[in-house]
């Protein structure tokens, strides 16, 4: 299967994973799928706590959509999408917007205290539409804002959730000199999370 035409390349590729509860209800989360180049490997980090690894427990399956749309990426991280950005292949969940997806099987390969290790296999994927894009900044922080974003929720550590706050307003400079549209409306969502 195509993976790397599908664009997910060596190192850590950062998507919007959608799952389903056994239920059948959808979610989304931006998630790190890394890539073992030589051994043509897929693998992915789940943190205990996260819907998202109660969902693959239940379905041990998950869909990766690749898309470089701040504002999803942004709307996923900080709570959910709403069902009118899903639709059902093979009963799971994938997005509308997406530019590319791929469905994976996984399977548990190491547990700890933190996080649970999967190794991906794929089964089923579709590409939508290839982009040509130059490197955008504003994209760049916004995604590394979102990483943080995620952290401000959870953490209790006073000291932590300043620093945070400062390495936001160095991230609100280059989103405001280098971001567009889209970048800009997902760092104002950010915003409001990580301002107490
Ligand atoms: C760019 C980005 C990459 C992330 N990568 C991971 C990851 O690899 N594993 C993980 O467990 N959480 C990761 N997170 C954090 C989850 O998205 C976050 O905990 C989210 O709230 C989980 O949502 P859920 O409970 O709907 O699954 C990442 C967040 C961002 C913004």
């Not at 389903?20 to 180049?37: C, H, K, L, V």
């Not at 996260?50 to 690749?66: D, G, I, P, R």
């Not at 709403?82 to 969940?93: K, R, W």
């Not at 804002?145 to 953490?155: D, E, P, Q, S």
Request: charged share 25%; glycine share 6%.
């Amino acid at each position: 299967m195509h993976i790397k035409e599908a664009g997910i390349g060596e190192g850590i590729s950062e998507v919007i994973v959608t799952t389903r509860s056994a239920s059948g209800e959808p979610n989304a989360a931006p998630i790190g799928i890394i890539t073992n180049e030589d051994e043509n490997k897929y693998f992915v980090k789940l943190y205990k706590n996260s819907k998202t690894l109660s969902n693959v427990m239940e379905t041990n399956k998950l869909a990766v959509n690749v898309t470089d749309d701040a504002v999803l990426f942004v709307k996923a991280a900080v709570g959910n999408l709403n069902e009118a950005h899903f639709s059902l292949f093979a009963g799971l969940p994938v997005l509308n917007e997406a530019n590319s997806w791929i469905i994976f099987e996984s399977a548990l390969i190491k547990k700890n205290s933190e996080s649970f290790l999967f190794q991906l296999t794929p089964i089923a994927l579709k590409i939508n539409r290839k982009e040509v894009k130059a490197i955008n900044r504003g994209l760049n922080a916004v995604i590394e804002a979102a990483i943080l974003a995620t952290r401000y929720v959870i953490t209790v550590d006073k000291r932590e959730k300043e620093e945070i706050e400062r390495m936001m307003e160095h991230y609100t400079n280059i989103v405001k000199k280098c971001g567009g549209r889209r970048e800009k409306e997902a760092f104002g969502i950010l915003h409001e999370k990580t301002s107490s």
